[in-house]
């Protein structure tokens, strides 16, 4: 990797630790990161320019000497990543930046998603019975959100695009958060939605702090229904249990959620008990009937 990093980039690393899809780099008091390059490369760059027009700050992409943002490695793609202001917690401080829209309707992805996830637990799981037993119940999940979120999708009114982020962690830490590689364009509540769900099961939110960010982004009706559509896709679970299937993650681990399941329903019946009188929410007879 050392002489691959001095060829295409000049420069030699004080320290480099190596994992299997990424390295941290130390050179004097920058740390840089090198990590396989799995996003569209077009929307990276158009990601680059709007942060950039805008005044965004986000960690920066080094061009290689070929004037080119990836690097063969391995015979993968890959980044270099120098970092900036990793030690900070963000939480809620998002960006807000309005891009173009686009027919973007995640509720077919997840639809894919449900079919993979289907096929690993057929292939993959034999032994891990919390997985197995566990697997049913966030399938409905996704599916009550599928339903909701094309019921959403179809109604009328505006919805917005703007970068979002794969994913976001509680605390939502800059070193995440600031990282072009986690960044794509989707819907503005996606954010919302998935800080929402990590600060639940690491910490604890009410609805209170969602109708601060319905007053806060000035949402619409329209975008509140897909917030709650997503609000039921269960992120949490299926990318542990991913962990858990091809990276080998303890499957106990799983009960930190499975332990939440019971109040996590109670907040979501919370969500439309508190919005219902206001706005036309899909109402999940099973969560209605279990709290």
């Known amino acids: ?54 005044n965004i700050p986000a960690h920066l992409i080094v061009i290689n000497n070929k004037g080119e943002m990836l690097t063969d490695y391995n015979n ?42 289907s096929r690993q637990v057929r292939e993959l799981a034999l032994g891990k019975d919390l997985l197995i037993n566990s697997f049913n119940y966030y399938v409905g999940m996704a599916e009550n959100a599928i339903a909701m979120y094309n019921q959403a999708w179809a109604s009328p009114g505006d919805v917005k695009f703007s970068i979002s982020h794969r994913r976001i962690g509680y605390p939502n830490y800059a070193i995440n958060y600031l990282d072009i590689t986690n960044m794509l364009i989707d819907v503005r509540i996606r954010d919302i939605s998935e800080y929402i769900k990590a ?7 009410n609805v209170d702090e969602i109708d601060g960010f319905i007053t806060r982004f000035n949402l619409s009706e329209k975008e509140i229904k897909l917030l709650y559509a997503r609000l039921f896709y269960p992120t949490y679970y299926f990318d542990l249990f991913e962990s858990i299937i091809l990276e080998e993650r303890d499957e106990q681990e799983i009960l930190s959620l499975l332990n939440k399941r019971v109040s996590y329903e109670q907040f979501l019946d919370n969500i439309f008990n508190y919005f219902k009188e206001v706005y036309p929410l899909y109402e999940v007879e099973w969560i209605k009937k279990r709290t």
């Open 199 to 205: 600060k639940f099961f690491t910490d604890d939110v």
């Open 76 to 117: 993968d793609k890959y980044i270099l990543i120098l970092l900036k202001n990793v030690d900070i917690i963000l939480n809620d401080d998002f960006f807000y930046i309005e891009v173009p829209s686009s027919d973007n309707n995640m509720a077919k992805m997840w639809e894919r998603k449900i079919d993979y996830y």
């Open 1 to 54: 990797m050392r002489n691959v990093l001095n060829y295409y980039y000049n420069l030699s690393f004080d320290e480099i630790k190596e994992y299997s899809e990424y390295a941290i780099l130390r050179k004097d008091a920058n740390i840089y990161i090198f990590k396989k390059f799995i996003q569209n490369e077009e929307e990276t760059k158009e990601i680059a320019n709007i942060l950039l027009q805008n």
